[in-house]
């Protein structure tokens, strides 16, 4: 999907996670987490966060937003993924029980917070067991 001259980085909080990823490209593995990314400044053309938010309390999801940003390199791109709490429609409530993650928010709620930190060029929805949510967005300097 995107260049295989490009270093790929995945970062979790939790290393024996890091460890289970299979992928055909080469990773660098990275033990870290979204308040605090250990990357520098303007380093990333992308930046994927993927099934993340509703594991962040919302003291954390307000700077994981503004430390992807912070990653991004200009013209760089933000890619959000996520599910989304709905009430209508009992499965989602049943695996959001079950899930991890102890905060899922709607869907204005998230791209509320996203386009106080970003330009969002689109969204998407739809839906499987969960609501989701797909945000493309660039950093708001651009």
Sequence with gaps: ???????????????????????????ERLVGDAASLPLPDNSADVVLM???SHHLDDSIWPVSLSE????LKPG???IFVDGVWTKRRWLSRVFWKLDAGHYPRTSEQLESAINDKFCVLDTERFALVHHSLIITAKPLSD
């Design 1 to 27: 999907m995107w260049p295989a001259e490009w270093t790929y980085y995945s970062i979790d909080p939790d290393s024996r996670l890091l460890e289970v990823e299979s992928t055909d490209k080469p990773i």
């Design 76 to 78: 760089g791109s933000f």
């Design 68 to 71: 992807a940003n912070r990653v």
């Design 50 to 52: 993927q099934c993340v």
